[in-house]
């Protein structure tokens, strides 16, 4: 049962995917409303008559996230009554059904009425969390705490601190990417790492400032994962998770900048924009693992000072005793 759930987990976590890389494509090609304003339906037909390109990239992007929809559902009820006994296993199934449902809404309410572009670049954060929620229930299933033996994990409160600000502080660059998409502000500048090599000088205009605003939380999202992994390298060695996993989260930081870089180089090259879109998908995925087990860390830091004030209790019962004996001679 659970080797199938295994392959039905790691199927719905591509599908996932999927919808990730689907939604930049909808975005980076303008076939938002290659549907027209319909939904589900495109043009409110059942089968479409009219072909185009972008109709045939929204028509499936709606199909793989419908598919996704399905696949998640089926999913969360079945972790639900196979894993259920793991403490976040409910959570991330309800967090992941809702916020995919939470997706398809804006993604349906974009199509139908008219949206800022502010609130329409909230769609891919939320596709974001919907796809970790889903990564971290795969994880679960795949046993990965056991794995690495986390009951075990210390962290102390310098690393939390890392951990909970710099997962929040990617959500925001998240947004600010999304933002620069959804703006058309990606090629406003055509140099990198400034607007214009060469000229220092402040943005003339929103778009600019967007674009460079991103540029900018992301550069420094780079330094601090940086700085979190020299931590985890210095003192994690012993505590493989922590130790690789921020590795891991480091590769993928710098790779989501240099695919970032590339994006404005060779003019919005659209498998590059795609990759870029994947590298802050994963990065994130693994972010909220930390997060995870932040929560883990916190039940076995409690378990261990439970162990303490028990043995402190006996000790000083033993002690009151041998007291009363000394006095009893």
């Given at each position: 049962?659970?080797?199938?759930?295994?392959?039905?987990?790691?199927?719905?976590?591509?599908?996932?995917?999927?919808?990730?890389?689907?939604?930049?494509?909808?975005?980076?090609?303008?076939?938002?409303?290659?549907?027209?304003?319909?939904?589900?339906?495109?043009?409110?037909?059942?089968?479409?008559?009219?072909?185009?390109?972008?109709?045939?990239?929204?028509?499936?992007?709606?199909?793989?996230?419908?598919?996704?929809?399905?696949?998640?559902?089926?999913?969360?009820?079945?972790?639900?009554?196979?894993?259920?006994?793991?403490?976040?296993?409910?959570?991330?199934?309800?967090?992941?059904?809702s916020f995919l449902l939470l997706q398809a809404?804006?993604?349906?309410?974009?199509?139908?009425w008219p949206q800022s572009d502010f609130v329409l670049a909230l769609h891919f954060g939320i596709s974001l969390i919907s796809f970790a929620t889903v990564f971290l229930l795969t994880l679960l299933i795949f046993e990965v705490d056991q794995k690495f033996d986390t009951k075990r994990?210390?962290?102390?409160?310098?690393?939390?601190?890392?951990?909970?600000?710099?997962?929040?502080?990617?959500?925001?660059?998240?947004?600010?990417?999304?933002?620069?998409?959804?703006?058309?502000?990606?090629?406003?500048?055509?140099?990198?790492?400034?607007?214009?090599?060469?000229?220092?000088?402040?943005?003339?205009?929103?778009?600019?400032?967007?674009?460079?605003?991103?540029?900018?939380?992301?550069?420094l999202i780079f330094l601090w994962i940086a700085y979190i992994t020299m931590i985890a390298i210095k003192h994690y060695k012993h505590q493989k998770v922590m130790y690789w996993g921020w590795i891991i989260a480091f590769a993928l930081t710098m790779m989501q900048v240099i695919a970032g870089a590339v994006v404005v180089l060779t003019s919005l090259n659209i498998y590059?924009?795609?990759?870029?879109?994947?590298?802050?998908?994963?990065?994130?995925?693994?972010?909220?693992?930390f997060v995870l087990l932040l929560t883990r860390n916190g039940q076995h830091q409690a378990a261990i000072n439970n162990v303490k004030k028990v043995r402190d209790t006996e000790l000083n019962t033993s002690d009151a005793l041998f007291n009363k004996k000394d006095a009893r001679a």
């Amino acid at each position: 049962m659970h080797r199938n759930l295994k392959w039905f987990a790691v199927l719905t976590t591509l599908v996932m995917t999927g919808v990730l890389i689907g939604g930049a494509l909808v975005t980076k090609t303008g076939s938002e409303l290659g549907c027209g304003r319909t939904w589900p339906l495109c043009h409110g037909e059942l089968i479409p008559t009219n072909i185009t390109p972008e109709l045939i990239i929204e028509l499936a992007h709606r199909l793989v996230s419908g598919s996704a929809g399905l696949l998640v559902l089926v999913l969360s009820i079945w972790a639900w009554k196979a894993i259920g006994h793991i403490r976040e296993t409910k959570l991330l199934a309800v967090l992941s059904v809702s916020f995919l449902l939470l997706q398809a809404l804006i993604g349906a309410a974009a199509v139908m009425w008219p949206q800022s572009d502010f609130v329409l670049a909230l769609h891919f954060g939320i596709s974001l969390i919907s796809f970790a929620t889903v990564f971290l229930l795969t994880l679960l299933i795949f046993e990965v705490d056991q794995k690495f033996d986390t009951k075990r994990l210390i962290i102390d409160s310098r690393m939390k601190f890392h951990i909970i600000g710099v997962t929040v502080y990617s959500y925001f660059v998240v947004y600010t990417g999304a933002l620069v998409r959804h703006t058309d502000a990606s090629l406003v500048c055509r140099d990198w790492p400034l607007c214009v090599n060469g000229s220092f000088s402040l943005p003339v205009n929103i778009y600019e400032w967007i674009q460079m605003g991103h540029r900018l939380a992301a550069g420094l999202i780079f330094l601090w994962i940086a700085y979190i992994t020299m931590i985890a390298i210095k003192h994690y060695k012993h505590q493989k998770v922590m130790y690789w996993g921020w590795i891991i989260a480091f590769a993928l930081t710098m790779m989501q900048v240099i695919a970032g870089a590339v994006v404005v180089l060779t003019s919005l090259n659209i498998y590059v924009a795609l990759a870029h879109a994947f590298f802050i998908a994963c990065l994130f995925a693994v972010l909220s693992y930390f997060v995870l087990l932040l929560t883990r860390n916190g039940q076995h830091q409690a378990a261990i000072n439970n162990v303490k004030k028990v043995r402190d209790t006996e000790l000083n019962t033993s002690d009151a005793l041998f007291n009363k004996k000394d006095a009893r001679a």
